[in-house]
């Protein structure tokens, strides 16, 4: 099985930070790695999807990078709104649906 | 604009089986371009994937939970569904449907989520 390993675990920083968020597979993924936001109380929310597509409507502060194993979500300037848990999500063949174990981003 | 809705019981008895069902709205369940799957998440944890449907009533489970798990579509009512059976205290958690898109890897529409507790 494929291992989706997200540093670190929790982050705090101030509005207008520049912030980042890695995921690192355990073996070379391409880019079949997508990016979610949760919200306290509230469903999953795609962001990025294929490493650096980013979804409809999602706002362009928000970025992704990465292929094979190292992977970057990237917000340019924080906002309060962006204020949510992280994962990472990849997919192989077996089928299997795998999910990083979250990035906690709070405010300073 | 699809949305998807959870619901079922709130509150499963150990050793018995845990029954939810999703209500698709704003679009056919039936489409043959998508995909339907479960998700869940324990209080204060990550998300665990349980399973996909086709609506061609084809499955994929995730191995750690396959021998428990059935999922099933009734398209008349636009609805899918998931069973889990033999729950114990670890099943507890928020339990969301998702759809994803044929041929791609990730779920762009999910339900707001139902919490199912196992207690006795």
């Known amino acids: 099985d494929i291992q989706m390993t997200q540093s670190p675990s929790s982050l705090s920083a101030s509005v207008g930070d520049r912030v980042t968020i890695t995921c690192q597979a355990s073996?070379?993924?391409?880019?079949?790695l997508n990016w979610y936001q949760q919200k306290p109380g509230k469903a999953p929310k795609l962001l990025i999807s294929?490493?650096?597509n980013l979804e409809t409507g999602v706002p362009s502060r928000f970025s992704g990078s990465g292929s094979g194993t190292d992977f970057t979500l990237t917000i340019t300037s924080l906002q309060p709104e962006d204020i949510a848990t992280y994962y990472c999500?990849?997919?192989?063949?077996?089928?299997?649906?795998?999910f990083g174990q979250g990035t906690k981003l709070e405010i300073k | 604009q699809v949305q998807l809705q959870e619901s079922g019981p709130g509150l499963v008895k150990p050793s018995q089986t845990l029954s939810l069902t999703c209500t698709v709205s704003g679009g056919s369940i039936s489409s043959g371009i998508y995909y339907w799957s479960w998700i869940r998440q324990p209080a204060g944890k990550g998300l665990e994937w349980i399973g996909r449907l086709f609506t061609s009533g084809s499955t994929n489970y995730n191995p750690s939970l396959k021998r428990r798990v059935t999922m099933s579509v009734d398209s008349s009512r636009n609805q899918f569904s998931l069973k889990l059976s033999s729950v114990t205290a670890a099943d507890t958690a928020v339990y969301y449907c998702?759809?994803?898109?044929?041929?791609?890897?990730?779920?762009?529409?999910w339900g707001q989520g139902t919490l199912v507790t196992v207690s006795s």
């Open positions: 073996r070379d993924i391409s880019n079949y």
């Open positions: 294929y490493a650096s």
């Open positions: 999500q990849h997919y192989d063949n077996l089928p299997m649906y795998t």
């Open positions: 998702a759809r994803g898109d044929y041929g791609e890897y990730y779920f762009d529409y």
